[in-house]
């Protein structure tokens, strides 16, 4: 601060007083531009947590209790699930639902996973109002369990919240497991990472239906490719890459950069 308001003293004694004056007023348009940006809050592994939200999308305590003895049991009957072969791709019939309005990726994807298990689903909005999904917050993680709870009886789903601990491996082995019990899990996501919404950063829900690990060799142990998920969006934009609806291909570690410091549902 000293150090500008001597340069604009200089300013103001060795040439115009206008110019000082349009100097001031380009600076404080400037600071109260850089005050206002509106930065994505899980753009980066940088990016300060937003404790108040995570907390309005673990629920009260009642519902963060029962999610916590869900994803226990979820977790511990994952040491039963035979593990998938690797190096071939298995894909999920999962049909892409295109969400209805532009704040309801929570619904669509509760229609696209309750089609896939019961062979039949209700309407987006029967999801929208059953979740009280509004415009302002969109759905909240805990009521996207609960409907996932309430409209099918093969799976029991729980919220995982991806903290520091949760690794890119562990992300991983998630996806795999789901594939393999023919269960769909759904991501609380950032699209930043993903190709096709070319940099565009907004919250969203996606569908995981299938992986796909590549061989580039024929020593798979030597020449292993990066593990890859399907997912499929309900979303209907193009950002300059192709509309982002669909079923598309990405590695793993780009469904983790979307997951980092938010949710994955299992």
Known sequence: IEEVKNFLLKKKK????????????????????????NVPIYASSTDTIDEEYLIKN?????????????????????SQIPMPAAYSPHKLNVTAYRQETSYWCGPANIKQVIQFINGSSDSQSTYANSMQTNSSDGTYVYKMV???????????????EVT?????SNIDTYIHLAVAQQKPMILHAKTQPLY???????????????FSDDILGPFPDDYRGPNKAYYTDPYYKDYGRGSVFGTHLTENTTIYNCVKNRFIII
């Open 14 to 37: 060795g040439g115009s007083f206008m110019k000082v004056k349009k100097i001031i007023l380009f600076m404080l348009v400037i600071s109260i531009t850089l005050l206002t940006l």
């Open 164 to 168: 520091s601990s949760v690794t890119a």
């Open 196 to 210: 096709l919404y070319n940099g565009a950063n907004l919250g969203h829900y996606l569908t995981i239906s299938g």
């Open 58 to 78: 673990r629920g009260p305590i009642e519902e963060i209790e029962k999610n916590s003895r869900n994803l226990e049991l979820i977790e511990e009957g994952y």
């Open 146 to 160: 609960n409907e996932l709870n309430k409209r099918q009886s093969k799976f029991t789903y729980a919220y995982k």
